[in-house]
C-alpha cells in the first residue's frame, strides 16, 4: 500500500467519526418524544387506513329498519318450547312479556287503540286446562271499534278453544285460526273496523311436528313484524 493509499483510508475513517458524532450531536438536541412520534409515523406508513362503520341505530321493536313516519311499529313473538315465553312489542313497548310478567299458556292478547297507539287491555287465556273459550270470546267482543288486537300463543293454544272463539277471531281477519292445532305456534294481529293494507304481515302458524319440531314436543318459535299506517279507515 502506498503513502496516498494510506491517506486515503485516514481520510475515510475520519470522515466516518465525523459523521457518527454529528449524528450523535443531533440525536441529542432531539426530544425524545418528537424522536418517538417520528419513529411511530415511519411506522405507520404503508398499513392501510382502519375503516370504521357506523353501529347501526337501533330501530323500535328491534326492528333491522325504521318503520316510515306516521306509522306503528310492531312485532309479535310466540312462545317457544315451556320457558321461551311469547312477546308482543308495539311502538317500542312490551304489552306482554315474560318481563312483564303477563304472559302464560294458552293465548295471549293485547288490545290497542288504534287512534291513540295507548293499550287498553290484555289479558291471556289457559287454553289446555279450565273453561276460558268463551271468556275469551267475550273479551274480543268487549274490544271497542277502532282497536288493534294482537294474539300470539304460548305453549298449547287449541285444546279448549271453541268454534265460537274462532269465528270470533276469524271475524277479526284470521285465516289460519281453524288449522290451529295441539301445540301450534301463532301470531296473528287483528283489528275492529280498521281495514289493513293487503301487503301487511299479519299471520303466521307453524305446527307441531316430531320429525320437524326444535324443542321436545313443541314447534319453533315464529314471528311477524310490520308496520301499521296510522290513517286507515
Known sequence: MGAKDYLKGLLLIFA???????????????????????????????????????????????????????????????????????????????????????????????????????????????????????????????????????????DDGSSRLQNDAKNAIEDLGSKEIKNIRFRSSWVFLGGKGIDFPKDIQREKINHSDDTKNRYLGWPAEIQIEGCIPRNLS
Open 16 to 154: 466516518s467519526i465525523c459523521s457518527w458524532y454529528s449524528g450523535y450531536q443531533l440525536a441529542e438536541l432531539i426530544p425524545d418524544e418528537s424522536l418517538s412520534k417520528t419513529v411511530h409515523t415511519i411506522m405507520k406508513i404503508g398499513e392501510k387506513p382502519a375503516i370504521k362503520f357506523p353501529i347501526p341505530k337501533r330501530q323500535k321493536c328491534d326492528h333491522w329498519t325504521a318503520c316510515p313516519p306516521n306509522t306503528y311499529a310492531y312485532r309479535l313473538l310466540s312462545g317457544g318450547g315451556k320457558n321461551k315465553y311469547a312477546k308482543i312489542c308495539f311502538e317500542d313497548e312490551l304489552l306482554i312479556s315474560e318481563e312483564k310478567g303477563n304472559v302464560a299458556r294458552g293465548i295471549n292478547i293485547a288490545i290497542v287503540n288504534y287512534k291513540t297507539g295507548k293499550l287498553i287491555h290484555t289479558q291471556y287465556f289457559d287454553m289446555y286446562e279450565g273453561d276460558n273459550s268463551g271468556p275469551l270470546t267475550q273479551f274480543i267482543k268487549n274490544a271497542p271499534q277502532k282497536s288493534l288486537i294482537l294474539m300470539v300463543t304460548h
